[in-house]
DNA sequence: GGTTACAGTGAACGACTGTGCACTCAATAG
DNA sequence: CTATTGAGTGCACAGTCGTTCACTGTAACC
């Protein structure tokens, strides 16, 4: 690294400001097979991406794969741990509460279309796997959840829901977030130009559900 | 095979009760192709699966296969189909109609489980693949939007709601397909026993969207 | 009865898969 | 300066894949 004074003079010339440590490019190698992957999952699922393609995408050979991950399964776990790194970055964007219900939609529907943009990848990802079945869909399944149990335990210090039962409260929760899956599908779909149309109905579908909120007689 | 006397004297005895004509054959070929492919996606999706995995599962050699579909695509779009009158029959089943709220509720919430349960397969195959991507998916996309179109105009003859839009009819369907599919998974993901608390949840789920309608402002 | 149509056969192909093994060679440790 | 570690290489292997081609045997047709 230094500049060394008798032996060789200009040792690090070619890439000065990268100092590139052993386990940094090893980092680096296994970021860019989770990139390649996350690429080539934007039209197939997981189940069809080969150890070799997603090697050659990221620049080494086949059997170098296995220097940053056992199997590919591996892989697709670290996949869904960054994929919900980003979902629970949206939770918590989210949680900046207004007090009141109408203020409350906007602006959670405003956060998950500006995460869903930033992040397609990542919630293509989410969504394409949660069904999918296998060791991936369940990881999914147990985030999800947590997911709906923080939300619920969001919404009980909302007045009109302090006196629910905790059961209810997951039940709303979970309304909710299927409402906002179905809102993130549809976000990932969209043609140009129809994101306002699309959030615009996610905010009616959470206006429908809160308006019920008041008249529900808890279990 | 059978023991001939001069020319053939019993030429219908080893299977008198099935003519088995050819295109009859053909036709139970064709869906033991169908069948074995829908077995072998219990438990994974579409995608994975060989023609030859499912040759053989059907009994035929490989080649054989061209002689039904021209394409594993093509025997998936013929099993979207299958699934996809399971749907319609549901449908058509939960139209009986009671006029008030919580028997259409309980009813159709009925009707969901009992068709869920006696063809599992069809609403796993379903389910798995309505999110996975590719040309299948599209295609249970178009159904899922007749099937919300049909239940849009079912609703518009209750009540409260023949002021509505037709916006916000379409709104009201979605959200209440969107709390069926949710509760399909569940009911396919659920181990034996929970199925009253799932059917129970839905029912809650649907009277809480369903509290909102009287006070809804429509557009 | 002779001919045709066609569902199913069996061998072969080239491409692609995951994985084992011996290796190189540069950053790191002593 | 020397020794070690370990990310990445290159070859080889045994399978599986979709698809081709010439074929067989029998139900259906004239």
Redesign the pocket.
Known sequence: ?SNAVD?RTLEPVSEPLTP????E??L??RQALLDTALELLADRPFAT?????VAKGA??????????FA??EDLGVALVEEATRTLRGMMRSARTDPDTYQGMISASVATVHQFVRANEDHFRFLTRERYAGGPLAQAIGVELRMFSGDLAIDLARFAPLRSWSTEDLHMLADLIVSVMLTTIVELLEARPGEDAKITGTAEKRLRLVLLGVPHWKTT
Chains 1, 2 share one sequence.
């Open positions: 690294m032996t590139v440590s052993r386990q490019r090893k680096r190698t991406l080969s150890l070799r393609e620049g080494i050979v086949p059997t170098a794969f296995y220097r940053h199997t590919m």
